[in-house]
């Protein structure tokens, strides 16, 4: 019978350098995940800018960006209220690849911003 380690068995085996490495590592792709800050830097819009697009206080921003999980309404809001739209492709083995274009035109309630004339759903 196979005998599993844990992954914090595995670890200890590494060197602390490793460790650290292993650690840094991880801490970067952490931050690449941060999706709604990249949109937002991307978009050259601060943190203040983008809250009072969506009518929300600037915390929450900061809050919204360290999430490692995002639902799509926040996503289809965030984009629009940066003046982008989202399109989704979704791949199965074997299969053609099936296309939503401006996905924020599809979803409920109607993504609607009139400060900014921009389409965007009412709350995060």
């Not at 460790?19 to 990249?38: C, D, H, P, S, V």
């Not at 809001?77 to 690849?97: H, Q, Y």
């Not at 099936?98 to 109607?110: A, D, G, H, N, V």
Request: glycine fraction near 4%; aromatic fraction near 4%; proline fraction near 6%.
């Amino acid at each position: 019978m196979t005998v599993y380690k844990t992954y914090k068995e595995v670890r200890n085996g590494f060197s602390p350098e490793a460790q650290a490495r292993i650690t840094a590592g991880a801490n970067k792709i952490r931050e690449q995940l941060k999706i709604l800050r990249t949109l937002r830097e991307v978009a050259g819009i601060s943190q203040e800018e983008l809250a009072e697009r969506l009518d929300v206080k600037h915390p929450d921003i900061s809050q919204l960006e360290e999430r490692e999980e995002i639902a799509l309404n926040t996503l289809v809001e965030v984009v629009v209220a940066l003046g982008g739209s989202l399109d989704i492709t979704i791949n199965f083995p074997e299969k053609a690849p099936i296309s939503f274009s401006r996905i924020e035109t599809i979803l409920s309630p109607p993504f609607t911003d009139k400060k900014n004339n921009l389409d965007r759903p009412t709350n995060l």
